[in-house]
């Protein structure tokens, strides 16, 4: 953050040559200098590079309101949020006006009067950018008052008259003067309250009782909703809907890199989860967006791998506690205990009651022999095979350290194991447990070793 500008006058602001802009101008401006010089307007956000991006910008550049159209944890309001790096860092405003009003155009009538009154002493003070963002969850007891303003009886009662103006006590949009406005769930919002932005929208004022009021607001407005909730909990009204200039669907990550990218930077890991476990999740999460199975209308969130990757982070801290390991690190063991209790994030077609575990466990299997065969495919396994003759039992589970998986382990494919390691990136004792665990996993879904599950733990002979 650059310091706050010293400047503290109208007259020093004039003298400094400081033009004003409108707030789409300002958008504008700094969008294309961005653009220009190489710099990504969008940091954090992956898979919409070549779809929804181009898009956004394209309504900026012409000014326009946009609602964004898609299912749940698609990043629709973590985008929104972008937008204030497209704002001026320091903007300045009247000093104490309720509004943050342009010293060069202030709009409601106590600033028009002590601009009258002081000149080029107007005071003025600095709004930094993150202040000129606004964003409201949409929910049914949201009112009329809340967006735009109502009489504020304390005003009323401190002498003013019932028809002054200043009466009003202004509401979040009109608070949001020269700012960005976002609305989250905006088919939640009331269709009786939804009327009430029109005007913001269209003639860029408000309405606010029986008041003969016109304040030339400056807002962009920008919003957010599912889907599905047009016609499950509510629609977005027609005469709204034909306000916005931009209707942009978003979608999850197309390409598997950019969900794991996705997991990475929004989970907090309290332990270490090796890519490929990543990688394992994003793949599952991918299979049950594409599974007939699952309810596809609510869709299934980037939360759900984001909570499975911290899932299996506490798993593995929690063994490493109780067991006295000296690092904690994630295995496959740690995976498919989380899947458990992720279940419940999901939301099942109707016919398919009972089955969800046996779901579950199908494309987890399913995500895991992918991942084998993306990264363990050309190494000859046959030494490992046939050192598991019967006699040797390697036993895996939620309470078993590494150590004791590596030691279980038969000794002769010693090159095999470096070959693992080497192709997962795994360095120490833990993340050579957790690669060759993995490596034990895919020779049993390639059906050359067996595999039995029981309590907590499960053998592989």
């Known amino acids: 953050m650059t310091e706050r500008p010293g400047i503290g006058t109208v007259g020093e602001l ?6 004003a802009k409108a707030l789409r101008e300002e958008i504008r401006d700094n969008l294309l200098a961005k653009l220009a010089a190489g710099e990504d307007p969008w940091p954090g956000l992956h898979g919409f590079e070549s779809t929804v991006i181009p898009q956004l910008e394209r309504a900026l550049l012409a000014g326009h309101d946009v ?17 204030v790096g497209l704002l001026d860092e320091w903007t300045p405003i009247i000093d104490g006006s309720e509004l943050g009003e342009h010293p060069y155009h202030p709009i409601t009538l106590a600033s028009q009067r002590r601009a009258g009154e002081l000149g080029d002493d107007l005071p003025i003070a600095w709004r930094h950018r993150d202040e000129r963002y606004s964003e409201k969850l949409a929910t049914p007891d949201t009112s009329v008052g809340d967006l735009i303003g109502d ?17 009003i006590h202004f509401g979040l949009v009109p608070r949001s003067h020269r700012g960005i406005v976002a609305i989250n769930e905006l088919p939640d919002l009331a269709e009786r309250i939804q009327v009430a932005l029109l005007n913001v929208m269209e003639e860029r004022d408000i309405q606010i009782r029986g008041y003969v009021l016109r304040l030339p607001l400056d807002v962009l407005l920008v919003a957010s909703a599912n889907p599905e909730d047009y016609t499950n909990r509510g629609r977005i009204i027609t005469p709204l809907k034909d306000r916005f200039g931009a209707e942009i669907r978003t979608h999850y990550p197309i390409e598997v890199a950019d969900e794991v990218a996705v997991i990475r930077q929004e989970a907090h890991l309290v332990a270490e989860v090796p890519d490929v476990l990543i990688e394992i999740l994003a793949r599952f999460t991918r299979e049950l967006r594409e599974s007939s199975a699952i309810d596809q209308r609510s869709g299934v969130s980037a939360r759900f791998a984001i909570a499975g990757a911290e899932t299996v982070a506490a798993a593995a801290l929690h063994r490493a506690t109780i067991r006295g390991e000296d690092e904690a690190v994630a295995r496959l063991v740690d995976l498919e205990a989380a899947v458990d209790v992720l279940t419940g994030k999901i939301e099942f077609e109707v016919g398919e009651d009972g089955r969800e575990a046996e779901i579950m466990g199908h494309l987890l299997r399913t995500s895991t022999a992918a991942a084998v065969r993306e990264h363990l495919r050309g190494i000859d396994f046959a030494a490992l095979v046939q050192a598991m003759d019967g006699s040797t039992l390697v036993t895996t589970g939620e309470r078993v350290t590494a150590a004791e998986l590596l030691e279980a382990l038969p000794a002769g494919p010693a090159s095999t194991y470096d070959e ?42």
Do not use: F, M, N
Request: glycine share 12%; aromatic share 2%.
């Open 67 to 83: 609602v964004l159209l898609g299912e749940r944890g698609q990043g629709k309001t973590r985008l929104l949020r972008t937008l």
């Open 420 to 461: 693992v390691a080497d192709r997962l990136a795994a360095c120490t004792p833990g993340q050579r447990a957790s690669a060759l665990e993995l490596a034990l996993e895919g020779l049993y879904l390639a059906r050359r070793i067996s595999k039995e599950t029981g309590g907590s733990e499960t053998v592989y002979a």
């Open 151 to 167: 009489v504020d009886p304390i005003k009323v009662a401190e002498g003013r008259s019932l028809g002054d103006p200043e009466t």
């Open 14 to 19: 004039r003298a400094s040559g400081h033009v």
